[in-house]
């Protein structure tokens, strides 16, 4: 199985902050790559797929990066509402399997 | 709009049954990869299942593999999962999400889930 590993676990922001996060998977996965925002109590949204294309709906201050291995999601500035865990996950290959997750809180 | 909603769980004994239910609407079902999500309280997201569109494959997680079983209707809309052999390790909110035509595509739409204890 691909081992997702994302980096940091956690963190704390401010709001109008720029923040990135990293993925790395454990072999390649090409650009079969999406990112997913997680809420308390919540289930997880689709941010981004394909490595970097923006999901419909979702703000333009989200983007994403990266293929083969090495990946990044920025938020560019973040806002109230995007505190919250997020998850990166391949589906290049099953068992399809997600990071453990970056909970960005605030500072 | 797309709507997923699951339905099912509950609390069991280890090595009980539960068959989770999750109905599709807002969108075409039959065109649809389908899949299980399962979290741990507290911990983070672990794939669990897929189904291809026309139910003609499925593949499953080590984790649940000849325990569990993933089907579909698309007659009824509807996903299913049967949960045979509980674990208490099997205590999680399951959901189910929505992919593509394709198998290898992201997961677009989430239902709510439904959580499942695993206790005696």
């Known amino acids: 199985a691909i081992r997702m590993t994302q980096s940091p676990s956690s963190f704390s922001a401010s709001t109008g902050d720029r923040v990135t996060i990293s993925c790395r998977a454990s072999?390649?996965?090409?650009?079969?790559l999406a990112w997913y925002q997680q809420k308390p109590g919540k289930a997880p949204n689709l941010l981004i797929y394909?490595?970097?294309t923006l999901q419909s709906g979702v703000p333009s201050r989200f983007s994403g990066s990266g293929s083969g291995t090495d990946f990044t999601l920025t938020i560019s500035c973040l806002q109230s509402e995007d505190f919250a865990t997020y998850y990166c996950?391949?589906?290049?290959?099953?068992?399809?399997?997600f990071g453990p997750g970056t909970k960005v809180d605030v500072k | 709009q797309v709507q997923l909603v699951e339905s099912g769980g509950g609390v069991v004994q280890p090595g009980g049954s539960l068959r989770l239910s999750c109905a599709a609407s807002?969108?075409?079902?039959?065109?649809?990869?389908m899949h299980w999500v399962r979290q741990a309280p507290g911990k983070g997201l672990e794939w669990v299942a897929i189904?291809?569109?026309?139910?003609?494959?499925?593949y499953h997680a080590d984790s649940v593999e000849g325990r569990f079983t993933i089907s579909r209707d698309n007659s009824q809309n509807t996903l299913y999962l049967q949960m045979n052999s509980l674990r208490p390790e099997d205590t999680a909110v399951y959901y189910c999400?929505?992919?593509?035509?394709?198998?290898?595509?992201?997961?677009?739409?989430w239902g709510q889930g439904t959580m499942v204890t695993v206790s005696s």
């Open positions: 999400a929505k992919g593509g035509r394709l198998s290898n595509t992201a997961f677009d739409f």
């Open positions: 807002g969108f075409s079902f039959r065109s649809c990869a």
């Open positions: 189904v291809s569109y026309d139910a003609a494959n499925e």
């Open positions: 072999q390649g996965v090409s650009s079969y």
């Open positions: 394909a490595a970097s």
């Open positions: 996950q391949q589906y290049y290959s099953y068992p399809f399997t």
